[in-house]
């Protein structure tokens, strides 16, 4: 089952506990384990000191929320019950990027304002970064990302007044590990801000917002589209029912 949340912030799911944690930098809400009822139940606050800025990436291994954060130098850790942090040497501002977790690594894009190509692995056992194969497409931020078989596939995003519709294709155990793959359909405008997420063997985007040719005006999509790696195409969805909206979160139980 596939749920989504309109917050801006980080959103992580530990499986062992079954929580969901949202922040949304006033507060922790988390769905109350074992997960049965509609129900939430609230969760020590995020430890960090700013109360204006906030992390936006994370990583999850072995049932822990791994959260860096580059003007504190550590990143803090979530195991279901607490907060604990470790120093690491967080080499740049990461914010906005896109972000994803394989196996024991975590991987993240610069993003933000000062948007760049780098890539940066972060090695959760033994806490150091190792900057990685440079992003092939133009800098972008608040792409949507999701992973199949152990690759990661980064979709959409936007930089300055551009929007992108490419897809592209992250294998950390191939020596070229970018390969760009079928675009988002022309039937359907660039967007970022999309939720992305997969169920077995597909990927989906859902909402974003976009602009329409010549037009001034943001526009909300509630659009869900369905990728097959095997087929490498796209397929629409039923729409998502809720309003059009950009920057949610989701997540995926069962």
Same mark, same amino acid.
């Given at each position: 089952?596939?749920? @989504?949340?309109?917050?801006?912030?980080?959103?992580?799911?530990?499986?062992?506990?079954?929580?969901?944690? %949202?922040?949304?930098?006033?507060?922790?809400?988390?769905?109350?384990?074992?997960?049965?009822?509609?129900?939430?139940?609230?969760?020590?606050?995020?430890?960090?000191?700013?109360?204006?800025?906030? &992390?936006?990436? +994370?990583?999850?291994?072995?049932?822990?929320?791994?959260?860096?954060?580059?003007?504190?130098?550590?990143?803090?850790?979530?195991?279901?019950?607490?907060?604990?942090?470790?120093?690491?040497?967080?080499?740049?501002?990461?914010?906005?990027?896109?972000?994803?977790?394989?196996?024991?690594?975590?991987?993240?894009?610069?993003?933000?304002?000062?948007?760049?190509?780098?890539?940066? /692995?972060?090695?959760?056992? *033994?806490?150091?970064?190792?900057?990685? /194969?440079?992003? &092939?497409?133009?800098?972008?931020?608040? #792409?949507? @990302?999701? +992973?199949?078989?152990?690759?990661?596939?980064?979709?959409?995003?936007?930089?300055?007044?551009?929007?992108?519709?490419?897809?592209? /294709?992250?294998?950390?155990?191939? %020596?070229?590990?970018?390969?760009?793959?079928?675009?988002? &359909?022309?039937?359907?405008?660039?967007?970022?801000? #999309?939720?992305?997420?997969? +169920?077995? *063997?597909?990927?989906?985007?859902?909402?974003?917002?976009?602009?329409?040719?010549?037009?001034?005006?943001?526009?909300?999509?509630?659009?869900?589209?369905?990728?097959?790696? #095997?087929?490498?195409?796209? *397929?629409?969805?039923?729409?998502?029912?809720?309003?059009?909206?950009?920057?949610?979160?989701?997540?995926?139980?069962?």
């Amino acid at each position: 089952k596939i749920y @989504s949340l309109l917050f801006i912030g980080i959103v992580f799911f530990l499986s062992c506990k079954k929580n969901l944690t %949202v922040d949304n930098s006033t507060e922790v809400l988390s769905a109350a384990p074992p997960c049965t009822g509609n129900t939430w139940l609230e969760i020590p606050n995020y430890p960090w000191a700013s109360t204006t800025a906030f &992390p936006r990436n +994370i990583f999850v291994y072995q049932n822990k929320a791994y959260v860096p954060w580059k003007n504190e130098q550590k990143v803090y850790i979530y195991d279901g019950n607490s907060w604990s942090s470790i120093n690491s040497a967080v080499p740049v501002v990461l914010s906005g990027g896109f972000c994803f977790t394989i196996g024991d690594k975590g991987y993240v894009s610069r993003g933000g304002n000062g948007a760049g190509t780098d890539l940066w /692995e972060y090695n959760i056992v *033994t806490n150091t970064w190792t900057q990685k /194969e440079t992003f &092939p497409g133009a800098a972008r931020y608040q #792409s949507a @990302s999701f +992973i199949i078989a152990n690759k990661a596939y980064i979709v959409g995003g936007i930089y300055g007044s551009n929007y992108f519709r490419e897809v592209w /294709e992250y294998d950390p155990t191939d %020596v070229t590990p970018w390969t760009q793959k079928a675009n988002i &359909p022309n039937t359907f405008f660039a967007r970022s801000g #999309s939720t992305g997420f997969s +169920i077995g *063997t597909k990927g989906y985007i859902a909402c974003g917002n976009y602009k329409t040719d010549g037009s001034p005006f943001t526009l909300y999509s509630k659009t869900l589209l369905e990728y097959n790696p #095997s087929t490498d195409s796209w *397929t629409q969805k039923t729409n998502f029912p809720g309003p059009g909206m950009y920057s949610a979160a989701s997540f995926v139980i069962g």
